[in-house]
T-cell receptor
Framework: GAGVSQTPSNKVTEKGKYVELRCDPI?????LYWYRQSLGQGPEFLIY????????DSGLPNDRFFAVRPEGSVSTLKIQRTERGDSAVYLC??????????FGPGTRLTVT | SQKIEQNSEALNIQEGKTATLTCNYT??????LQWYRQDPGRGPVFLLL?????KEKRKERLKVTFDTTLKQSLFHITASQPADSATYLC?????????????FGGGTRVLVKP
């Protein structure tokens, strides 16, 4: 079956611009996670949704970052006033039971 | 401070040998621990989960041990193959209930030479 998909695969934006990253989880998975990964490091947790609600947003670095999942399926990560330090690969994962996580290929964000 | 340490140096191993990777953690009390494989340009792929009350788990050529006293997990790939070359990540689940975030180590790159 289809895995987790993320769009776009690459995004280049200028400092100060707004970006949206989309995640389409595996059908039926109620848990959805966003992580970001810098080169040579492991993924770093950002936010977790159970259904439509954000169950844990403790990893969002500041109020420029926001995520939604309005219908309990697709999720969008939104970053305002992007900074060069936001450059990373943004990974989305979904889970049927909340233990093992199924990751998408990621969106590589470059802020110039 | 809290840390999860994996060997940052790549592990080079001959085909057919056993690769052993280490995950050490400090100031965490994980309820479970997971191992993932990550290939370049791709997202991590789940391999194994081991709970705090389990000592060892196996899946095909993979074996994981979990020692909560030593605060360490070992990950073994037996009869390694060039296709096993990848980065391997350990991740801690800090709460027993489902739906937790994972806290990842930095990963260890494994290169299996034919």
């Amino acid at each position: 079956g289809a895995g987790v998909s993320q769009t776009p695969s690459n995004k280049v934006t200028e400092k100060g611009k707004y970006v949206e990253l989309r995640c389409d989880p595996i059908s039926g998975h109620t848990a959805l996670y966003w992580y970001r990964q810098s080169l040579g490091q492991g993924p770093e947790f950002l936010i977790y949704f159970q259904g439509t609600g954000a169950a844990d947003d403790s990893g969002l670095p500041n109020d420029r970052f926001f995520a939604v999942r309005p219908e309990g399926s697709v999720s969008t990560l939104k970053i305002q006033r992007t900074e060069r330090g936001d450059s990373a690969v943004y990974l989305c994962a979904s889970s049927p039971y909340g233990y093992e996580q199924y990751f998408g290929p990621g969106t590589r964000l470059t802020v110039t | 401070s809290q840390k999860i340490e994996q060997n940052s140096e790549a592990l080079n191993i001959q085909e057919g040998k056993t690769a052993t990777l280490t995950c050490n953690y400090t100031n965490y009390s994980p309820a479970y621990l997971q191992w993932y494989r990550q290939d370049p340009g791709r997202g991590p792929v789940f391999l194994l989960l081991i709970r705090e009350n389990e000592k060892e788990k196996r899946k095909e050529r993979l074996k994981v041990t979990f020692d909560t006293t030593l605060k360490q997990s070992l990950f073994h790939i037996t009869a390694s193959q060039p296709a096993d070359s990848a980065t391997y990540l350990c991740a801690l689940g800090l709460i027993k209930a489902a739906g937790n975030k994972l806290t990842f180590g930095g990963g260890t790159r494994v290169l299996v030479k034919p």
